[in-house]
């Protein structure tokens, strides 16, 4: 299917604006060509895009990567969310780092999560976890028992699946611990990243 001198061109022909493609380039062609769900000369959503080198560019990959600004304290054995209030980047403005601390992406997919932190705790420690939260529930821990006096610092990592509308992800943090139990801050320290590794 072909229209001479057109930007676009509408694929499908239902009643459904959403069941139909558009595929579309630049007013002034450059190389590019994008696909669209929806009707040609309408409001569409980007699905991708090729450029002239022939490289995919996905419309939207959802990524983040926030850290801990400043020391936070933990209760002696619970778990604390992690207040990641420090951001290096926010791709698609899906992680807020101001009430609720938690990366809600909206684009349905796996995504490739990372989290550590640098935990203290002043007097004999017994137990530390690191834990990535899912809509509330733990789906990936790491829990070490030492007695280590001063600190452990650890990475976990999951790949997990977002329905890219109400799914989120936080970030929590568990010592059990007499004395001072404290979370160090530092983008080299504690923080938590995110990326769309496959749309779905």
Known sequence: MSLLKANSVQIGQSATATNNF????????DGTIKLARGNSGATT???FSVNASGSFIQSKQPAFSAYLGSNQSLSNAT?????LNTENFDTDSCYDNSTNYRF????AGYYQVNFSARI??????????????????SVHELNINTNLSTYDARSISSVLYMNGSTDYLE???YIAASGTRTVEAGSAYTLA????IKAT
């Open 193 to 196: 990243s995110a990326i769309l």
């Open 79 to 83: 778990f604390t969310k992690i207040q």
């Open 45 to 47: 959503a980007d699905v």
């Open 120 to 137: 203290f705790g002043q007097t004999s420690p017994t137990t530390y976890v690191w834990s990535i939260y899912k809509n509330g529930a």
């Open 104 to 107: 809600t992406p909206n684009v």
């Open 22 to 29: 558009t595929l579309s380039v630049p007013a002034s062609p």
């Open 171 to 173: 970030f929590y943090c």
